[in-house]
């Protein structure tokens, strides 16, 4: 009953009143949801020291919980992307925040270093089944032509739920424990879930809608190797999704030539974005001279510069690039590289010039990251939208992996930070390549339906 309008907007509406209702309703679910999900996941870093200190266990010891989850949490995104486009997306986005926020209810009641690696590693596997529906959902209820700065604004979530969980644990941990940093989340988590069910709906059809592509005007597209045929309706197309399977998933996305090309830039994006995370405060204070609390403030503005960064990104590729959302990875890239030597040679004890640097890279890695989900689900076609958002999620996370141990090693093997810095160049030059091989390229959609 909660969200039970749809009786009154039928009498009261115009079609294209309907359309921008839905659409706002379903984009602001998906961003709450979506936070929620970060809320939920982000919360164990904040815990990790009450931990250590009450249980005793080191930091070895709990490294190995985080570092395993993360590696099936990269793992999971595929396989829940190919479960997500054969199924209805909306209930595995519920289900997965809801039993992600259960799993954190469990992780605060136990005291087990063996329990806690299981709960935690279960809570990945549900944490993997949102994004690869969020991207079905995007690609359902928004068009090509706009597709690029929805995706960034559903994007930012992601910031808007770390900075959300880190000032709340801040405020309440002190004084409640580390087991709150689950309990609380835990319990807005589980009440989210309810309002994402509630609110969300498959695409536009479920709602007495024309499809996203007959309300633009132009017949449902739908890509199959060497066969592409077109569906003049809601209903043909409808049918054409329920038979996906393992064919049309090889077809579509792991013989896409394009689609492992974005995530491979995502491996490179991720590693260099990982390597600054983890490193760039150690960076900051030890070979450019600057404070704890400068390189804490920094990392942060490298995060809010973030937001604007993938918002214009998606802006650029829409509006600008008409679908060639490549072009402005390329660009975003370049942008990175520069970023990236700038930080190299900015003398030390420069503070002006440190934080200028560290929100240019913000900027433009949350850009490129943008644009590699973007065109992967161009790529695809909606049909397998969370399948390919999966899968460059995937290889995303092994870029994590590789940051984390490879450049550990460089500072050690190094006896500085020069391989590490040309280790990130390097990634970066890569992923700029991998953009460039797809400079020309872009969704079918763009061509028929005369986008530009």
């Known amino acids: 009953m909660l969200f ?41 870093s904040f815990a990790l020291p009450g931990i250590s200190e009450s249980l005793g266990y080191s930091k070895i010891e709990l490294g190995m919980l985080t570092s395993t989850s993360c590696v099936i949490y990269g793992f999971g995104k595929v396989i829940s992307g190919l479960v997500g486009d054969k199924h209805s997306a909306r209930v595995i986005f519920s289900l997965g925040l809801l039993c992600s926020a259960i799993a954190n209810m469990f992780m605060g009641s ?36 706009t597709f690029g700065v929805h995706w960034a604004l559903w994007s930012s979530s992601q910031q808007i739920g770390s900075a959300i969980i880190g000032i709340c644990i801040a405020a309440f941990l002190p004084i409640l424990g580390w087991r709150y940093a689950f309990f609380l989340p835990g319990a807005v988590g589980m009440f989210v879930a309810w309002l994402v069910f509630a609110g969300i709906r498959n695409d536009p059809t479920a709602v007495g809608l024309k499809s996203v592509e007959e309300y ?83 990392a942060a503005i490298f995060h809010i510069t973030g937001i604007v960064g993938s918002l214009y ?36 004890g420069s503070q002006v010039l440190s934080i200028i640097t560290m929100l240019s890279l913000g900027f433009f890695i949350a850009g490129t990251q943008v644009i590699v989900g973007i065109a992967a689900v161009d790529f695809a076609s909606k049909k397998a939208a969370g399948t390919a958002s999966g899968l460059t999620g995937t290889f995303g996370y092994l870029g994590t992996a590789a940051a984390g141990i490879g450049t550990a090693f460089l500072v050690k093997w190094g006896h500085g930070w020069n391989l590490v810095f040309s280790s990130m160049l390097l990634a970066s030059c890569l992923g700029a390549m991998c953009f460039l091989l797809a400079w020309n390229t872009r969704a079918r959609a763009f061509d028929d339906q005369k986008y530009g």
């Open 4 to 44: 039970n309008f749809n009786l009154m907007l039928k009498k009261n509406l115009t079609e294209a009143s309907l359309y921008a209702y839905w659409r706002f309703r379903i984009m602001f679910f998906l961003m709450l949801g979506y936070a929620a999900l970060y809320f939920i996941r982000h919360n164990i």
């Open 110 to 145: 136990t005291s087990s270093l063996v329990t806690m690696t299981i709960i935690w590693s279960l809570n990945s596997c549900f944490q993997s089944m949102g994004a690869p529906s969020c991207a079905k959902l995007l690609a359902y209820w928004f068009s090509h032509r």
């Open 216 to 298: 633009d005007g132009a017949p449902p597209v739908v890509k199959h190797a060497g066969n592409r045929r077109k569906k003049t309706n809601a209903k043909a197309a409808d049918e054409e999704d329920g038979s996906y399977g393992l064919k049309t998933f090889a077809d579509l996305v792991l013989r896409n030539k394009m689609v492992l090309t974005m995530s491979s830039a995502n491996f490179f994006s991720y590693f260099v974005k990982m390597s600054i995370l983890n490193w760039a405060p150690m960076f900051l204070c030890e070979a450019k001279g600057v404070s704890t609390l400068s390189a804490g403030i920094q």
């Open 313 to 348: 990104a998606g802006h650029l590729s829409d509006k600008f690039f008409s679908g060639h959302r490549a072009r402005v990875g390329f660009i975003f890239s370049i942008g990175l590289i520069i970023s990236m030597a700038a930080l190299c040679f900015v003398p030390a």
